[in-house]
T-cell receptor, first 114, second 111 residues
Framework: LAKTTQPISMDSYEGQEVNITCSHN???????ITWYQQFPSQGPRFIIQ???TKVTNEVASLFIPADRKSSTLSLPRVSLSDTAVYYC???????????????FGKGTTLSVSS | NAGVTQTPKFQVLKTGQSMTLQCAQD?????MYWYRQDPGMGLRLIYY???????DKGEVPNGYNVSRLNKREFSLRLESAAPSQTSVYFC??????????FGPGTRLTVT
């Protein structure tokens, strides 16, 4: 069961790039790395998922080194509305194969100021 | 397409009372989940159902029961509510693409 470690909190200013790193030393061969965002009083929302190297979508980029023991979520030019909790998850959820592999942890609380 | 819906949105119970939290999804997903989230904490998995007809315990199953009524619906039951079960409960589902979709949550207070 791959456990993740990420910073409890981060602060940033509008327009800056924010990088949140997650450690997952025990990641298994079939595990994917997934990041979720949660605003207060809402359920988490999927941001991005990757297996290795780099993945980019319209919201963020995910960098995964060759050993896959860590990953970095990169949010370009953050705004006030990016203030939220960000969770890093490791597991193989393809085809619904999830179950106890879904450990959310406390996440990283990102605060963006003007 | 409503995604994942949960009822009720809010509920107050007295210690010892029972209730069922309802969850439904209209995305034809096989897997469904129940989480709880306490203030300042991450989500903890209570139970999950990998497919219709199957259920399994998650991280914190004690005090709860679940029913996967059909492919769309997954309910969570508290037989005898305790103050320690005061929390926000989230239901989620996912299909083949591994992205989990979450409902809006049920805020439960047990006095």
């Amino acid at each position: 069961l791959a456990k993740t470690t990420q910073p409890i909190s981060m602060d940033s200013y509008e327009g800056q790039e924010v990088n949140i790193t997650c450690s997952h030393n025990n990641i298994a061969t079939n595990d994917y790395i997934t990041w979720y965002q949660q605003f207060p009083s809402q359920g988490p929302r999927f941001i991005i998922q990757g297996y290795k190297t780099k993945v980019t979508n319209e919201v963020a980029s995910l960098f995964i080194p060759a050993d896959r023991k860590s990953s970095t979520l990169s949010l370009p030019r953050v705004s006030l509305s990016d203030t939220a909790v960000y969770y890093c998850l490791v597991g193989d959820m393809r085809g619904g194969q999830a179950g106890t592999a879904l450990i959310f942890g406390k996440g990283t609380t990102l605060s963006v100021s003007s | 397409n409503a995604g994942v819906t949960q009822t009720p949105k809010f509920q107050v119970l007295k210690t010892g009372q029972s209730m069922t939290l309802q969850c439904a999804q209209d995305m034809n997903h096989n897997s469904m989940y129940w989480y709880r989230q306490d203030p300042g904490m991450g989500l903890r998995l209570i139970y999950y159902s990998a497919s219709e007809g199957t259920t399994d315990k998650g991280e914190v199953p004690n005090g709860y029961n679940v029913s996967r009524l059909n492919k769309r619906e997954f309910s969570l039951r508290l037989e005898s509510a305790a103050p320690s079960q005061t929390s926000v409960y989230f239901c989620a589902s996912n299909g083949q693409d591994a992205e989990q979709y979450f409902g809006p949550g049920t805020r439960l207070t047990v006095t």
